[in-house]
């Protein structure tokens, strides 16, 4: 087990309060002799000297035994990095392990766990392994769960519904769903980018368009879930038909050429169904198309769409050569 430098760390902060182990030696009332052997790690302090040195130099007694609460910068990002591999290469148990390891580390850094469990959710929603993926999910459900800073509340349910959908447990999704967005919106109406474009402060345009981004993109999820509506009440003309408004709809907000790659296969798939091939071929060229122009740039939207292109439906276009294009994209023989 590694040894706890508290000589090292009471060193440093005599030599930062610039005081000799003499001085300190007077206020504790021991020996010059037995600071230096404290310093030299020769020997521990009597633990009732740690309530004194601790309010002397103005730390925690966390602090004397070198331990802390926060990651630097680049600690951080090298855990979270370290993290996000293990579960995207489909190392999940390693992957819980490790942040189970950072939280036992950092008992009250919230921010660092609701972080790391919101990193690796997307990665843990490709897992092929059902019961596994439940299993994992359960465990960082338990993890964002004791989150207490209040500041942190609207991402803590935001990822527990996701978690808990996971898991299969709806009824707990919609309930952390409903009490993320009572926290988040306190009224019906925001009113505030009205009031500030009148009174003219500047950058509120900025305000304008990030709040268009963000209702955009709500109002695009809201219309998949009615599409998935439609689909499981077989609904699939109607459904189709929303996904091809959905297209224009992206053009019309001008928003990221991304969400397309999700529309035209989906389009593509409902066209398989619906036994309208020729439409089918159309929307994968098109997809095709927007992949030379406009590459996946996200790992996960990369293997979403190449897993959803191995839908069985997809066998009655797999000879067309829009599929064997598609196939070249993904790599698949």
Known sequence: MERIAVGKILQGLRKAKGITQEQLSEVLGVSTAAIS???????????????????????SIDC??????????????????????????????????????????????DRLRVNLTSAV???LALAENQNLRREIALNLVELCQVCADKELQVQKHFILAHLFMLTGQYQEAATDTIIMRNNAFKDNVDISNGLMLKAEIPN???????????????????LRNKISYLQKENNLEDALALL????????????????NYMLYMNIAYLCCRLGKLNEAQQATEKFVGLFYENPIASDILYQICRTGFQSAEFSKIKDTQEFKSLQSIFGRK
Not at 77 to 85: P, Y
Not at 210 to 218: D, F, G, K, P, R
Not at 244 to 259: I, T
């Open 37 to 59: 052997k404290w310093e030299n790690e020769q020997m521990y302090p009597d633990i009732s000297y740690f309530p004194i040195l601790a309010r002397f130099f103005n730390v």
């Open 64 to 109: 004397l035994f070198g331990f802390t609460n926060d990651l630097s910068e680049q600690e951080y990002k090298d855990n979270l990095n370290e993290c996000v591999g293990l579960f995207k290469t489909g190392n999940y148990e390693k992957g819980l392990e490790k942040i189970k390891h950072l939280t036992y580390l950092f008992p009250t850094n």
């Open 121 to 123: 959710i997307p990665y």
């Open 204 to 222: 509120t345009i900025d305000r304008i368009n990030s709040s268009i981004e963000i209702l955009s993109a709500q109002i695009i999820y809201e």
């Open 244 to 259: 091809m408004k959905q297209v224009s709809l992206v053009e019309l907000l001008e928003l990221d050429r991304s969400y």
